[in-house]
């Protein structure tokens, strides 16, 4: 009889229920089996729990919800080489085929011929992932702490392709978790960061990390307020980290001549945004978009993540147990705190 595992399956709209489900098995030799200890809820878990994102399969959720978990080996393919119970892990679930068009350029992100399927786990108690997409967790990191290896990989994609430069001063709209990380990327690269945010909670844990300046976006006007603070001129960078049309149209204003905006947030369901070309021509700017990441990335991601540059601990304002897992996402709903983790084991 096939051993089982608590698992949350998605039925429909704000419909999560936990159920048991077969422990995954290894399926190929470079595979490895993994308890898994952490996962943080992703902008896309919210989008498929709400309604408003592309599902992949029929509901019940043909894979379990959840990509941004943390583990340890449980049990190694016959072609494994270097890992073994016990270690520490946390998966990258792009896997990439390594040889297409995309591939090709480093383009990873962009991949023809990915296999997400191959990394099995998130919102349950087992995973299974190939040993090429895993990365050691560092001793001083927890597997709370780890999670934030994929979005923070994203971010790094993002602020890269935002163009900040020493000295520069960078708009980031919007402080969840997203924000925050980018607001810490900013600094590392030598910005003067100012957040645009309406939750008072989130503009003082943007203070905390180290944004130079906070403005409330509910009671005052942001764009005379950038304009005041950077003599008139706008940033030169500015990144819309929440998927909300109005805040794309409102970048455009904040951006200074040559400068970059970054449409990092999906927005969904999907829309159109009239905006004015004459903006763009005149002002030289340059807007641009960033998806997911690479290999590379997620490498960064976990090195800045061990040594402190980017400080994740103080965005995981709630972790519950995967038995509250519906209290967990309704959090991210109300957008009750920053980032809620759900402990699987």
């Known amino acids: 009889m096939d051993k089982m595992m608590r698992a949350a399956q998605l039925y429909g709209v704000r419909d999560l229920r936990i159920e048991n489900v077969p422990v995954p098995s290894i399926a190929a030799p470079d595979e490895v089996l993994l308890r898994i200890h952490a996962c943080g809820i992703c902008p896309s878990d919210m989008r498929s729990y709400m309604g408003s994102g592309k599902r992949m399969g029929q509901l019940p959720h043909a894979q379990i919800p959840g990509h941004e978990w943390a583990g340890e080996v449980v049990d190694v393919g016959a072609a ?176 200074d001549i040559h400068g970059t905006i970054n449409c990092f947030a999906g927005i969904y369901p999907q829309t159109e945004v009239l905006l004015d070309p004459n903006l763009i021509h005149y002002k030289q700017l340059v807007i641009t978009g960033s998806h997911d990441y690479t290999p590379h990335h997620f490498r960064i991601a976990i090195k800045l993540i061990q040594h402190g540059m980017v400080q994740v601990a103080p965005l995981i304002t709630h972790v519950l147990p995967l038995e509250r897992i519906t209290e967990a996402f309704e959090l991210v709903v109300e957008k009750k705190g920053a980032k809620v983790v759900v402990k699987t084991n």
Do not use: K
């Open 80 to 255: 494994v080489q270097g890992l073994r119970p016990g270690d520490r892990v946390v998966p990258s679930w792009r896997v990439t085929c390594g040889h297409c068009y995309y591939c090709g350029q480093g383009l990873f992100n962009y991949c023809e011929q990915p296999s997400h399927v191959r990394v099995r786990g998130g919102f349950c108690e087992y995973g299974v992932a190939p040993a090429s997409c895993l990365y050691r967790i560092p001793d001083n990191v927890s597997y709370e702490e780890a999670t934030f290896s994929e979005p923070l990989a994203c971010c790094i994609n993002g602020i890269h392709m935002s163009n900040v430069r020493l000295g520069d001063d960078v708009v980031v709209i919007g402080a969840g978790p997203i924000g925050l990380l980018h607001l810490q990327l900013a600094r590392l690269l030598g910005a003067r960061v100012i957040v645009s945010e309406p939750i008072a909670a989130r503009r003082a844990m943007a203070r905390q990390l180290g944004a130079h300046v906070t403005i409330d976006s509910a009671s005052e006007d942001v764009q005379a307020r950038v304009q005041e603070l950077t003599d008139g001129r706008g940033a030169q960078a500015v990144i819309v980290a929440v998927g909300v049309p109005q805040a794309v149209l409102q970048a455009l204003q904040l951006a």
